[in-house]
């Protein structure tokens, strides 16, 4: 009988946001005169409305710095190293009981009965343990969507405050990696704002 690899590991989160967040500021322009802001804000020429007010936040200090986010991919990080440390146990103590019988039956003690139903045995366990880590695989993804969807829709909020304080058209995400935005001045720059909202928000929880 052939040994099936058993799986050790747990997939790795993926926490990125890959959508542009783009806000349209709540002031309307009437008569040909718009309001004007104080906020310094980067502008861009467009032939139909003329300049538009945009502002970015930066995901990769977000990521570091909002305490929703980083409480919560602790607690994920804890229930994905602990389901992978049962499922290692579980692996190796299944290879370890598969060796021991696998050496017993090359030696002969063991009737082709008993072999047959040691395999049905080993079989139904590795069904199991296979059945376990897709539930904790399930569970650790459906946590990570949920925190997702919060950061998502906390962010929208602080960032629609932000954006009808100043007078913002548009807030943009800024990243490292995956970013649309690749030249940016830091007078557009409203992770601070953001974050200040985000975080005495989650204080009051």
Avoid at 56 to 63: G, K, R
Avoid at 92 to 108: H, I, P, S, T, V
Avoid at 113 to 140: C, D, F, M, P, T
């Amino acid at each position: 009988m052939k040994n099936q690899m058993l799986y050790k590991t747990l997939f790795a989160l993926v926490l990125a946001i890959g959508t542009v967040l783009m806000i349209s500021s709540c002031e309307s322009k009437a008569g040909g005169n718009a309001a004007t802001t104080t906020a310094p804000t980067a502008t861009t020429s467009t032939p139909s409305t003329g300049k538009l007010s945009i502002a970015y936040v930066n995901m990769d200090s977000l990521y570091t710095r909002y305490s929703y986010y980083l409480s919560a991919q602790k607690a994920l990080d804890g229930k994905n190293e602990q389901a992978s440390n049962t499922l290692e146990r579980k692996t190796r103590a299944l290879q370890k009981e598969y060796y021991a019988f696998q050496e017993k039956a090359q030696k002969g003690e063991l009737t082709a009965n008993q072999i047959a139903q040691k395999e049905q045995s080993l079989g139904k366990k590795q069904e199991a343990l296979a059945k376990e880590e897709q539930k904790y695989r399930q569970e650790i993804g459906a946590e990570t969507a949920e925190v997702m969807d919060t950061l998502i829709a906390r962010l929208n909020r602080a960032s629609q405050a932000v954006a009808d304080k100043h007078g913002y058209e548009y807030v943009l995400k800024h990243a490292a990696v995956g970013s649309m935005i690749i030249i940016a001045p830091s007078s557009s720059d409203v992770t601070e704002e953001v974050l200040t909202i985000l975080n005495a928000e989650d204080s009051k929880k």
